[in-house]
């Protein structure tokens, strides 16, 4: 199949640093290529792929700091797409909802796999509005507040089987925290639980803008606790050693977390997690298995012992049968192969008459084909 896969332009793909959705990209384009499909990816120019690159902006705009707006960037990337869009069998968007006005005709041909909550009030009337557009769901629990949104499949995240190792027997002694800063993250919990129990924490984050003050008036002075270290964002090329070498993730959440790519990464390294019981948590992590699901600290208190004692290569043994991107590529072959066949019983519908003559667009001859 050809398969075009629009990716956000915030950060690169796959990201330097910090950007699960941009990683995710990365890795289904990656498994789409190995599986022989034509794949083109449209996403900033210095991602680093073996699909066909589109660079859509010449960097990250994360990376340019001229760059205020992200929208006139994003709506630049959807013409050019527009353009070609006949070219495509399936154009897979990781971009929200952007694209929805402009290829609502061609919405059969079409997948946006949505990678962010959807418990904002304003988005039932944009799903209502665009009935057609199909949908993916990336747990069960982020469908909760738009059950009836065009759902196509719910498919998991997955990572590549050999990205990150195992360890068995780490030698680090600390707990480990990897994401990012916010209230909702629940950091000041794995603060008080390492606290009490007198183990060392890891933090491993990074701080948005919009959380700078959040993390200087709540999470700051905490820093200065016995065995609290605050490393600062990493690289996936470190994720190994970080959560390889932790006897445990803590994954103190306090929202609705669609996914929760950490607790993944934490799995594949064999390093159990204590997660609380928000969003997707409860599909991620199996109780006993490969981690301990609570409610409350009070629960947490109880379950960390258990945590640290769980069997870590029955931990990295459910990651390869559960969350590999092998298994998450296949997922989506599945999908795509059902819209095709649900495209060849109706009539082809194009995207033309939405657009000028060739020869009056903006770029005309610079088209991605």
């Known amino acids: 199949m050809k398969i075009a896969q629009v990716a956000p332009l915030y950060e690169s793909v796959p990201p330097r640093l910090y950007g699960g959705t941009e990683r995710i990209v990365s890795y289904l384009t990656e498994e789409l290529v190995k599986l022989g499909h034509d794949v083109t990816l449209f996403a900033s120019g210095d ?13 990250a705009l994360r990376l340019n700091r001229a760059v205020r707006d992200p929208i006139p960037y994003f709506m630049l990337m959807l013409d050019r797409l527009c353009r070609v869009a006949e070219k495509f069998d399936v154009i897979h968007f990781h971009i929200d909802q952007l694209q929805f006005p402009l290829f609502r005709p061609i919405a ?16 039932m009337a944009l799903y209502a509005g665009f009935p057609e557009m ?7 629990a982020q469908r909760a507040p738009i059950p009836n949104a065009n759902f196509a499949a719910t498919v998991l995240h ?15 002694g600390y707990l480990a925290f990897l994401g990012r800063i916010s209230p909702e993250k629940g950091l000041d919990r794995a603060i008080a639980l390492a606290s009490t129990f007198g183990i060392p924490l890891k933090i491993a984050a990074k701080v948005d803008k919009a959380d700078e003050a959040y993390f ?22 470190a994720k190994s050693a970080f959560l390889g070498e932790a006897l445990a993730l803590l994954f103190p959440i306090d929202w609705p977390e669609p996914f929760g790519l950490v607790m993944i990464e934490a799995m594949a390294c064999g390093t159990p ?19 301990y699901i609570v409610s409350t600290m009070d629960e947490a208190m109880s379950a960390l012992p258990k945590v640290i004692r769980l069997d870590r290569r029955a931990v990295r043994r459910r990651f390869e049968e559960r969350f590999t991107a092998a298994r998450m590529a296949r997922d989506y ?37």
């Open 47 to 59: 991602s680093m792929t073996s699909a066909e690159l589109v660079p859509c902006v010449p960097t």
């Open 108 to 123: 059969g041909r079409t997948l946006t796999t949505l990678h962010g909550r959807q418990d904002s009030p304003d988005l």
């Open 134 to 140: 199909p949908l993916i769901s990336i747990s069960n």
């Open 158 to 172: 997955g990572l590549p089987i050999d990205l990150l190792r195992p360890a068995i027997n780490p030698r680090g």
């Open 216 to 237: 200087r008036e709540t999470i700051e002075p905490l820093l200065d606790r016995p065995g609290i270290e605050f490393i600062g964002e990493i690289n996936e090329r």
């Open 273 to 291: 997690v204590l997660a609380f019981r928000n969003g997707s948590v409860p599909e991620i992590i199996e109780d006993g298995v490969t981690g």
């Open 333 to 369: 072959v599945n999908v795509y192969r059902a819209l095709v066949r649900g495209q060849s019983t109706k009539a082809g519908t194009s995207l033309e008459f939405l657009l000028p003559p060739a020869h009056m667009l903006p770029g005309a001859g610079r088209h991605a084909d």
